[in-house]
């Protein structure tokens, strides 16, 4: 992954961003969301004012922006063999302007399949589908540390795969 945001931040426009950007991989996607400036605070305007001035600035980076952004994740998505998707943090706010969404297979037994549909009837999501992205974002949203700490003991693991034995015995 070092590799990967390495060169985006060699390929991006150092004009385009106010900070180094966030690059996250997985199997299918990489996610680059790039650092903007904020809009200058507009005088008395309030909370209001100030979250249009920041909508209004990331609508203009992404249309100015969306050209090149193409041919660099033509490029990248030629080169790494991943989908990429863009974004924007100004700011508090950040905006995803394209995710990619990958179904992904499960076998649930009834009693996990009753909780979707309990959800479904509920009206807190429209499919299984739904309810199912749901119950794992809320589980994102509660246990971000932990999770944090488990990608941490992955990368290690993933460093020592690469080293290999002969590293592990001098």
Request: net charge negative; glycine share 6%; aromatic share 6%.
């Amino acid at each position: 992954m070092a590799d990967i945001a390495a060169w985006f931040t060699g390929r991006l426009p150092s004009d385009w961003r106010s900070g180094e950007p966030a690059v996250t991989v997985d199997r299918d996607e990489i996610l680059v969301v790039l650092p903007i400036a904020a809009p200058d605070a507009p005088g008395d305007s309030g909370a209001d004012a100030a979250a249009s001035a920041t909508a209004g600035r990331i609508a203009r980076f992404r249309e100015e922006t969306r050209e090149q952004r193409m041919r660099i994740a033509q490029e990248a998505e030629h080169h790494f063999d991943r989908k990429v998707s863009w974004g924007v943090r100004c700011g508090e706010k950040t905006v995803l302007f394209t995710t990619l969404s990958t179904p992904v297979m499960t076998r649930l037994r009834q009693p996990e399949r009753a909780v979707l549909d309990t959800l479904v009837d509920a009206g807190v999501a429209r499919s299984r589908s739904d309810a199912l992205a749901w119950c794992v974002r809320l589980v994102r949203d509660h246990t971000e540390d932990w999770l944090a700490e488990l990608r941490d003991a992955l990368r290690e693991v993933e460093r020592l795969r690469e080293a290999g034995p002969a590293a592990a015995t001098g």
